[in-house]
């Protein structure tokens, strides 16, 4: 929104139309005197040529809209910015995303699990607002990759970033969850959310799940379960570190079981996600549940613009003036 500091000097506006008249149409007007469009005897006199006449316009328009933004630039044209200020704490939410070879594979078309999962992490985190968002993901290891923010612009560029492990990784998912309590265990939000995704089992890692389970549930830490992909056979993309892909089939499982026990011990839910569809439809289940009341400020902040208008003022000035002195020759 825009608004002026001291808009008084708007009136000087109104000046406009009789300086106007005076300066350019009034006959009386200073340096003007009657000459006869012909000699006796000779050449008629040619009136100037429509170009110039055009550029003498352009050179009083450009002279009166500068001095225009002049006068608006005494107004104190100010540029009002919203600010939401939040007056409460949001809810601290960790995903721990499952970056083993397996989520390459080939069901959720048009993209594979992997980075299905990250798109829709994505839209979740477009529909929040005030919570403190992070990222950890898991394979031979488990990595804290965004620590909890509010700055969901940084958040999504990490997790555009993130790849998947090369062939030949294991699954940690007792780290995975033990990294996230660990990135939890100072929080001060009311609230702390762990999202685990995941589309197989635990098979190394030296902390099974079910005790980085019972260390969540320890300090309050609600987990939601869920498992990613269909079961069977399916289509997957294997890259290696030397650049070769090879293209086969993937005996696809995840220990149902597990994740089940997982989410009761902390006091959450599992969620079965056999597809994109179904995937998108976990996260918005999740989004409504995770949900807290915000309160909120709004805060203007001014922004003054009158340098602007001056700068303009003073180049559209000069420009008349180059046109009028440079390529019409006056003289006054």
Known sequence: MW???????????????PGIYLVHLWPRRGGVFDFSFGLWGGESFQPPLPFLR????????????????LVLALAGPVRVE????????????????????????EDFAPLNRFETAKELIAQFVRRREND????????????????????????LARLEEQKLGPPGRSTSLGLGLG???????HSSAPRQVIVLLTDGENNSGEISPQAAAGIVASRGIVTYTIGIGSLGEVPMTAAFESGRVYEGYYQSHYNEELLREIARI?????FSASGAGALDQVFQTIDSLES??????????PIPAHRSAIYLGLILILSSYAISRLLLREVI
Not at 179 to 185: D, I, M, P, T
Request: proline share 4%.
């Open 3 to 17: 608004t002026v500091e001291e808009p008084l000097y708007l009136f000087l506006l109104f000046l406009f139309i």
């Open 179 to 185: 990294v996230a309590a660990l990135h939890l265990q």
């Open 82 to 105: 919203k600010e939401r200020i939040y007056l409460n704490q949001g809810i601290d939410i960790l995903f721990v995303l499952d970056e083993s070879p397996s989520m390459g594979a």
């Open 54 to 69: 055009g550029l003498g316009i352009t050179a009083a328009v450009l002279l009166w809209t500068g001095i225009g933004c």
């Open 292 to 301: 807290a009341e915000s309160r909120i400020r709004i805060r203007a902040i």
């Open 132 to 155: 403190a968002l992070g990222l950890v993901t898991f394979g031979d290891q488990a990595v804290l990759r965004v620590p909890p923010t509010a700055d969901y612009r940084d958040f």
């Open 266 to 270: 902390t006091g959450g839910r599992f």
